[in-house]
């Protein structure tokens, strides 16, 4: 695991706001994944739950993995406050994902946002990209190297940053349709509640079947 960004990092962070992100889910998750029929799902790196949540709610069953506790239990917490069914549709998982493997093909859909790994970071989106079930989805994003946000608060970092094309020349071409491999903006809300633009990476792609 990147020292950097481990496990300690995460819980600091987490511990120092009431709550990192909020409940909304990620937008470019629900671009892509808002028409897909649901199935089984892997949420890697799913911070407070937005998304495990928002995937739950329209029918999928989710696993969701994250090294913060902190983190972790406030997701569960929100889940449960939204009923027993949904909450029945999650599965938490704390593991370091430079670690954790999942089993190859279980998932219809894998979805990662803004987990920052630096050597590793590879080596993890290959063993995502094998979890994914034959005809199932592969959705990674993360920061941009052109972030104004991020670049600001970390510097340009490989721990960071990647491009799409970067993910996507990863990505077998006889295994693999890429659907998505692009930079695009979004507005986004800071903690400290102004709003800001943010240019993500966004890979989108279809195992064949
Ligand atoms: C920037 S947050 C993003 C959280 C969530 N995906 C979102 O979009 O709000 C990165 C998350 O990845 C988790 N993470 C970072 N490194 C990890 C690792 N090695 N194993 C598991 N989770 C990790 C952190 O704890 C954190 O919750």
Redesign the pocket.
């Known amino acids: ?1 990147s020292e950097e ?1 481990g496990r300690t990092y ?1 819980e600091e962070r987490y511990h120092g706001h009431a709550a990192v ?1 909020g409940r909304r889910p ?1 937008p470019q998750l629900v671009a892509e994944a808002g028409d897909l029929p649901p199935g089984t799902a892997l949420d890697a ?4 739950g ?2 495990a949540v928002w995937l739950a709610s329209r029918g999928w069953r989710v696993t969701a ?4 506790a902190t ?1 972790l239990a406030r997701a569960r917490e929100h889940a449960e406050s939204l009923g027993a069914d949904l909450t029945s549709r999650i599965d938490w998982v704390q ?4 670690s954790w493997t999942p089993a190859e093909e279980r998932f219809d859909l894998v979805s990662t ?5 630096s050597a590793s970071r590879e080596a993890l989106f290959g063993r995502l990209a094998a979890s994914v079930a034959p005809g199932g989805t592969l959705l990674i994003v993360g920061h941009h190297p052109s972030d104004p946000h991020t670049t600001l608060s970390h510097g340009p970092s490989p721990a960071v940053h990647f491009t799409a094309e970067e993910v996507a020349a990863g990505l077998d071409p006889g295994r693999w349709d890429i659907a998505v491999a692009e930079a695009r903006s979004r507005s986004a809300t800071a903690p400290d509640g102004h709003e800001m633009i943010m240019h993500d990476a966004v890979v989108r792609a279809r195992r064949r079947p």
Do not use: K, P, Q, S
Request: net charge negative; charged share 20%; glycine share 8%.
């Open positions: 695991m960004f995460w992100r990620n790196g799913c911070g407070e937005a998304d993995v994250d090294i913060a983190a593991a370091d994902l430079t946002h803004y987990v920052h790994l």
